[in-house]
């Protein structure tokens, strides 16, 4: 059974600080995607990665891919209180099938 | 445009009714999917519709009954369905590597 561990479960900074998710796997994915999902809302996707190593950037945060693809971060600069919600990695191992992470819940406070 | 919408926004249900939810897409996505998500829990993979046929059940209770009456739709039957069903039901689209979701469907068994 393919899993997706997410660190750290929660984690709450205030306004203006750094922050780094970890995404990991001991399976390898053909992509990783990042969403962050508001309460009752459905995910929105952020980014999709898809080479081992490929860095990507929208705005303030900063995603990377491992080189052997079983692994993921999403940093976060100088965080802000809209950055606030759940933030959730899923991992495709191909033919449609996406495996979601166990969440990190951030809360950035004003 | 990459709008998911879904319908019923809120439904609550006896264990003795037969209700339905609907998704809907016009990106020309070839990939339709039923996914459910239990409070302060990632999403969890029910079916997976590609090009209108059903490629993959999870082992889901035959309570839950997926339809795909053509490229754009998508519905998800439900009869007898138990409290424990209560959740939030996000449906979503894909190609390539890129899943869009709907806002959800807030499902009450009571």
């Known amino acids: 059974t393919q899993l997706l561990e997410q660190s750290p479960q929660f984690l709450s900074i205030q306004e203006g600080e750094n922050l780094t998710v970890y995404c990991n796997s001991s399976?390898?994915?053909?992509?990783l995607q990042w969403y962050r999902q508001e309460p009752g809302e459905g995910p929105v996707l952020l980014v999709t990665v898809v080479t081992g190593g490929e860095v990507k950037k929208l705005k303030r945060l900063t995603f990377q891919f491992g080189d052997a693809r079983k692994d993921s971060s999403l940093h976060i600069t100088a965080a802000q209180p809209g950055d606030t919600g759940l933030y959730l990695c899923a991992g495709d191992s191909g033919t449609y099938k996406y495996i979601f992470g166990t969440g990190t819940r951030l809360k950035v406070l004003a | 445009d990459t709008e998911v919408t879904q319908t019923p926004k809120h439904l609550v249900m006896g264990m003795t009714n037969k209700k339905s939810l609907k998704c809907e897409q016009h990106?020309?996505?070839?990939?339709m999917y039923w996914y459910k998500q239990k409070a302060k829990k990632p999403p969890e993979l029910m079916f997976v519709?590609?090009?209108?046929?059903?490629?993959i059940n999870e082992s889901v209770p035959s309570r839950f009954s997926p339809e795909c009456p053509n490229s754009s739709l998508l519905n998800l039957h439900l009869h007898a369905l138990q409290p424990e069903d209560s959740a939030l039901y996000l449906c979503a689209s894909g190609q390539g590597y890129e899943q869009y979701f709907g806002p959800g469907t807030r499902l009450t068994v009571t």
């Open positions: 399976s390898v994915f053909s992509s």
């Open positions: 519709y590609s090009y209108e046929k059903l490629s």
């Open positions: 990106m020309g996505h070839r990939a």
